[in-house]
């Protein structure tokens, strides 16, 4: 990982070495907590165990901040989990989930589903998720 002027980027070697889950390229405006400070964000793209988001203003995560994310789905309950800020790349960070729950879960997969082209690379994912 490079690091300039207190951004972290990482190189497409490493983000292809660390990325075992497949993405979903996802548009969607998502709530994040920090205690009780809440900021708007959208969302870029998807998987079984990371995001990638927008940062929003006022908000300067570094890895490791861990915050909780709330991403509103039509016709279902929100989707809620906590998530660990893995990477900043210019204004967008890169977080995976550290807690999630399963009435959540089962909505991410099936948000998922609905929008990926290869339905075996979905399987390969919840496998991997046991690892």
């Known amino acids: 990982?490079?690091?300039?002027?207190?951004?972290?980027?990482?190189?497409?070697?490493n983000q292809h070495e660390r990325r075992r889950f497949t993405r979903i390229p996802l548009t969607k405006d998502?709530?994040?907590?920090?205690?009780?400070?809440?900021?708007?964000?959208q969302i870029h793209d998807i998987s079984l165990k990371g995001v990638l988001l927008s940062c929003p203003e006022g908000l300067q995560p570094k890895?490791?901040?861990l915050l909780r994310l709330s991403i509103p789905i039509k016709?279902?309950?929100a989707i809620t989990?906590?998530?660990?800020?893995?990477?900043?790349?210019?204004?967008?960070?890169?977080?995976?989930w550290t807690q999630i729950d399963m009435d959540s879960f089962v909505i991410l997969k099936r948000t998922i589903e609905l929008n990926i082209k290869e339905k075996e690379k979905?399987?390969?994912d919840i496998?991997?998720?046991?690892?």
């Open 1 to 13: 990982m490079e690091k300039n002027n207190n951004i972290h980027y990482m190189t497409t070697e």
């Open 30 to 41: 998502v709530t994040l907590y920090t205690g009780m400070q809440s900021w708007s964000s």
């Open 63 to 65: 890895p490791g901040d």
């Open 75 to 77: 016709n279902s309950p």
């Open 81 to 96: 989990m906590n998530i660990q800020v893995v990477h900043i790349m210019g204004n967008n960070f890169g977080a995976e």
């Open 122 to 124: 979905l399987r390969d």
């Open 127 to 131: 496998r991997r998720l046991s690892d």
